[in-house]
């Protein structure tokens, strides 16, 4: 059942229009910016290490704050709290506001997430399934309350109406 799913979504897709396509991915770019899966990316020094004026013995754990890199208005400019999906328009390494490569979601380098493209493509095509068969909107109900403890996640859930089209 899974795979006649997989297969049809994927044909589905094939013939989704372009623009329509690129959208979606600026969309979870986005989303994955502002509510990234992983809150801190963390190493630890496997030698002594120089990173700028500091020196770093083996065995030091160092965090990288993926939640305050990605929300950086000095990164990411004036709007960095606000969603706007066009920022990636030209993609990743041109979204942010000087060029410089700010974008972890997935952590970066021989670690990076083996999942990535995934759960990217699962993404994407979950959404465009869900966009080519219902309309949905935001319930009364719903408080946009981001809550952080390992990862970001709506503090009262995120209730959704659903219409078929």
Known sequence: MFLKLLILTFFSLIFL???FYFQVTMILYEVLRLYSPAVMLTRRTYKTMQLGDVTFPPGVLLGMP??????????????ATEFKPTRFAEGI??????????????GWGPRICIGQNFALLEAKMGLSMILQNFKFELSEKY??????????????????KFHRL
Do not use: C, M, R
């Open 17 to 19: 229009d372009f623009k």
């Open 93 to 106: 390494l041109k979204a942010t506001k000087n060029g410089q490569l700010a974008f972890f979601p997935f």
């Open 66 to 79: 993926i939640l305050f890199i990605h929300h950086d208005p000095d990164i990411w400019g004036s709007d």
């Open 143 to 160: 408080q946009h309350t981001p809550y952080t403890v390992v990862t970001v996640h709506p503090e009262h859930g995120a209730p959704i």
